[in-house]
C-alpha cells in the first residue's frame, strides 16, 4: 500500500477501494486517504476487510488519544473500526468483519 492514496482520485477495483476516507470518534472527524481490501475467509465463509491510511498527523492524534470504535466512511458506507499497528512511515491499519466500507461480494464463491 502506498500513501498515493491520499491525493489521488477515489477508486475502485475487484477487491477493495483507494481514496479519502473520514475517520472520526464522536467529538472529532479527520480525511484522510486509504487503501482497503478484503476477502472470503475459505474455512470460515466470512468477510474480513483491512487497510492502511496514509500518514497523518491527525490520525496520530487519534491513535495516541486512544480513540476506540471509530468510524471510517467512504462514499460506499459506514463502519465501526479501530487504529491498530502504525508501520514505519506512520500509517495504522483498520479492518474489521462483515458488510466492509466499499462495494464488495461478501459471500464465499464456489
Not at 45 to 70: C, K, Q
Amino acid at each position: 500500500m502506498t500513501d498515493e492514496t491520499a491525493t489521488g482520485p477515489d477508486e475502485l477495483d475487484d477487491d477493495g477501494y483507494r481514496g479519502e476516507v473520514e475517520l472520526g470518534d464522536g467529538e472529532r472527524s479527520v480525511r484522510v486517504g486509504a487503501e482497503l481490501r478484503g476477502a472470503v475467509e475459505p474455512i470460515s465463509g466470512s468477510y474480513r476487510w483491512y487497510g492502511r491510511l496514509a500518514a497523518d498527523p491527525a490520525v496520530t492524534e487519534l491513535a495516541t488519544s486512544r480513540a476506540r470504535n471509530l468510524t471510517l466512511t467512504t462514499p460506499y458506507g459506514s463502519v465501526t473500526t479501530t487504529l491498530t499497528d502504525v508501520d514505519p512511515w506512520g500509517r495504522y491499519r483498520v479492518g474489521g468483519a462483515g458488510t466492509p466500507p466499499f462495494p464488495a461480494s461478501t459471500t464465499p464463491q464456489g
